[in-house]
């Protein structure tokens, strides 16, 4: 693990690989951590820089984002302090929503795009309210109760054990303060639905065959949207097909990065 000072915080991150082709900049979902992108750090990091941070308020990077701004900015202060112009950039989940954001605030800085398991939807009046609502239950009950609620929503049922106790794990280890905070900088979130039609870079869109939180009717939103953009369902996976589906996942990563111009 590394870690890089920036204005306002301190991200924890890793960094490995060999420096040719383009770099991968991997954002993990809520409530994980970096350690969430393990089979992928080991599959791609044999052959090009992959860089993995934990976003502020997860894993070790401390702190709280005050706005949902505040997530691109970090990422791009990161990219700016290890001298990385582009990155090919994958998302998962809320990493999905926050990879869209920095390709519509910084567009310059992504030559690739995989958005897994994610919306691209804003937030409901409903859903805002719920987001709020499970902001102040995770600062009050801590995560406990969150992440044994949520683990085979997370995977599925059929996962590998292992797969399922890691998921608890990082869920339990999450500091609820700073996952309150991403919640409450959620709610407030931009919808980026009328922006899709506008991505001019290789995409691939990923989703769980299972995954119950953003179903595949979610997916095909974005991968319809986007011009020439790759649909990849992932049968049997939940949430998180990069962890149950590890081999679908990388092959669809791969095909990706083949189309990334210059590769």
Do not use: C, K
């Not at 890089?4 to 991997?26: K, M, N, Q, S």
């Not at 801590?142 to 998921?167: C, F, I, K, Q, T």
């Not at 299972?210 to 979610?218: L, Q």
């Amino acid at each position: 693990m590394r870690t890089i000072a920036l204005e306002r915080t301190v991200l924890a991150y890793e960094d490995v690989g060999p420096d040719r082709g383009t770099p991968l900049l991997l954002v993990h979902g809520h409530p994980f951590d970096r350690s969430m992108w393990e089979p992928q750090l080991r599959h791609f990091g044999a052959d090009r820089r992959v860089i993995v941070p934990d976003l502020r308020g997860y894993g070790a990077s401390g702190g709280a984002v005050p706005e949902w701004s505040a997530f691109v900015d970090d990422l791009a202060a990161l990219l700016d302090g290890l001298r990385v112009p582009r990155a090919v950039v994958v998302g998962l989940s809320m990493g999905g929503q926050i990879a869209l954001e920095l390709w519509a605030r910084q567009p310059g800085r992504v030559a690739g795009l995989l958005i897994a398991d994610t919306t691209a939807a804003g937030e409901t009046a409903s859903s805002r309210a719920a987001r709020i609502a499970q902001a102040q239950r995770l600062s009050h009950d801590g995560m406990d109760p969150y992440a044994v609620e949520n683990l085979y929503l997370m995977v599925s049922p059929d996962a590998p054990a292992e797969v399922a106790r890691h998921v608890l794990a990082m869920m339990r280890s999450t500091d609820p303060a700073g996952a309150a905070a991403a919640q409450r900088a959620r709610a407030d979130r931009p919808d980026r639905r009328a922006d899709l039609a506008a991505v001019a870079v290789p995409t691939v869109v990923v989703v769980g065959g299972e995954d119950s939180f953003t179903p595949v009717a979610d997916a095909r939103v974005i991968a319809d949207g986007v011009p020439g953009a790759e649909l990849v369902v992932v049968d049997g996976a939940a949430h998180m097909p990069n962890l149950e589906g590890p081999d679908a996942f990388n092959a669809a990563l791969q095909r990706l990065l083949d189309r990334v111009p210059g590769d």
